[in-house]
């Protein structure tokens, strides 16, 4: 792997290639010095060793021979075009693990990159972009001086998964603290799990499921990795800003688009506003494509939603029969005022003790059927839903949609679908819509 680090020969270029190489050094990795030529004739002075292109290159090479030495290789490259094209273009190109470019000073200041070139370098680049803003905490962290402390957002996406994995290949290094921070809008959770709001905000019900999530999400991560919580009203990047200065970060390490997404995103992306206003180093990592949803690999808890009828029941039984010995057990039924006991009651009926499942009663009053399944299977986490459904005459069909179809489409887990009189077999598969 390689650093590359875009230098326009300015004094904070040079200050940032001194801090490249030291981060070189305790990566592991060669560095390469890019310079781009720009302008009209840029690529006639590169192609015919014009003035431009000799003294480019001669200053690139006698920075390259003044940081190479016993443990760092460092390369230099000169390029003419777009800067950002090319820049994008020679950090794919060289398989970068990071492209560093620095800014004048704090975040408000005027940046040494046209805020032009660092939009357009960001939104093209395949490879993980590093803005540089604050040298003292990477030089001392690199030279084993300072722990670094980096601060990762993520929103439980495969995007937001990837910014971890970049960071997490630093902590692994050592001298590194991780905090993995979640925005969220209080009244937009409270609606999905189902879960009465708080005039203080967030409530403890709803921050104890989110954080459950997280963990259950993200998996197994980097041991001593802190996790956070962010209620916020406003704006995402705002609560991520507030959050490195609370926490003191020296990194903030986020998801990016790239420029093949819609311009009406890019507009309003968080990475975009942290671009400009990050009062740390920024790390903008690509999102990449987003991966098809899969089916878990195995089941091991079940909501199983019923309307205690026979037929409804019977989506019970199936259930029963995919979870392992041990497994979890949600069993729901969405009831009116006064009547939870009643449904606890002939709900306890449908498992048997010695089934050996863990059986848990679920009795919300809703008179929403499909909202309240779709927010039990979110506060619950559970591997996916299983329901019944009915055979519905041409009437039915003509006035809405069935209670499955909607949980089908707006469940966030896989719904399993059984059939009346199913035959032996696979019940049917329903994955959410992505839209």
């Given at each position: 792997m390689t650093l590359v680090l875009g230098t326009d020969f300015h004094p904070p270029s040079r200050r940032a290639t001194r801090v490249g190489a030291a981060l070189a050094e305790r990566l592991g990795q060669a560095m390469v010095l890019l310079h781009v030529l720009g302008g009209p004739f840029a690529e006639r002075s590169l192609a015919h060793s014009g003035r431009r292109a000799r003294r480019g290159l001669a200053m690139l090479e006698a920075e390259a021979a003044a940081l190479a030495g016993p443990g760092?290789?460092?390369?230099?490259?000169?390029?003419?075009?777009?800067?950002?094209?090319?820049?994008?273009?020679?950090?794919?190109?060289?398989?970068?693990?990071?492209?560093?470019l620095a800014t004048e000073g704090t975040a408000a200041a005027e940046p040494l990159w046209p805020n032009s070139t660092l939009e357009r370098t960001v939104r093209r680049s395949t490879r993980p972009v590093l803005i540089l803003r604050r040298e003292g905490p990477l030089r001392s962290w690199a030279t084993g001086d300072a722990r670094l402390r980096l601060l990762v957002a993520t929103d439980l996406s495969p995007a937001s998964e990837k910014a971890l994995n970049w960071a997490a290949s630093w902590q692994a290094l050592g001298g590194c603290s991780l905090t993995?921070?979640?925005?969220?809008?209080?009244?937009?959770?409270?609606?999905?799990?189902?879960?009465?709001?708080?005039?203080?905000?967030?409530?403890?019900?709803?921050?104890?499921?989110?954080?459950?999530e997280m963990r259950e999400r993200l998996g197994t991560l980097p041991e001593g990795t802190a996790l956070r919580i962010v209620p916020a009203t406003g704006r995402v990047a705002d609560a991520l800003m507030d959050a490195a200065e609370r926490e003191r970060a020296d990194m903030l390490v986020v998801a990016s688009r790239r420029i093949a997404t819609l311009r009406r995103h890019w507009e309003?992306?968080?990475?975009?506003?942290?671009?400009?206003?990050?009062?740390?180093?920024?790390?903008?990592?690509?999102?990449?494509?987003?991966?098809?949803?899969?089916?878990?690999?195995?089941?091991?808890?079940?909501?199983?939603?019923?309307?205690?009828?026979?037929?409804?029941?019977?989506?019970?039984?199936?259930?029963?029969?995919?979870?392992?010995?041990?497994?979890?057990?949600?069993?729901?039924?969405?009831?009116?005022?006064?009547?939870?006991?009643?449904?606890?009651?002939?709900?306890?009926?449908?498992?048997?003790?010695?089934?050996?499942?863990?059986?848990?009663?679920?009795?919300?009053?809703?008179?929403?059927?499909?909202?309240?399944?779709?927010q039990a299977a979110e506060r619950l986490g559970v591997d996916a839903v299983c329901l019944a459904i009915r055979q519905r005459g041409g009437l039915a069909r003509v006035l809405g949609e069935s209670i499955s179809t909607r949980v089908v489409n707006e469940a966030s887990v896989p719904v399993l679908l059984v059939p009346p009189a199913s035959p032996p077999g696979p019940a049917w598969l329903g994955l959410h819509r992505q839209d």
């Open positions: 760092l290789d460092v390369g230099a490259e000169l390029r003419s075009g777009p800067p950002s094209r090319v820049l994008a273009q020679t950090a794919e190109e060289l398989q970068a693990s990071c492209l560093i993995l921070v979640r925005v969220v809008h209080p009244p937009e959770q409270h609606r999905r799990l189902g879960i009465p709001p708080s005039p203080a905000g967030l409530s403890p019900e709803a921050g104890v499921v989110l954080l459950r309003g992306s968080v990475s975009r506003r942290l671009l400009h206003l990050a009062p740390t180093n920024l790390v903008c990592v690509p999102a990449g494509r987003e991966p098809v949803p899969a089916a878990p690999a195995h089941l091991s808890r079940l909501l199983v939603a019923t309307d205690l009828s026979p037929q409804g029941n019977r989506a019970v039984d199936y259930a029963r029969s995919l979870l392992p010995n041990g497994g979890a057990l949600h069993l729901l039924h969405a009831t009116d005022a006064g009547s939870a006991a009643e449904a606890c009651r002939r709900l306890a009926t449908l498992v048997p003790p010695e089934a050996g499942l863990q059986v848990h009663l679920e009795t919300p009053p809703s008179s929403d059927p499909a909202q309240a399944i779709c």
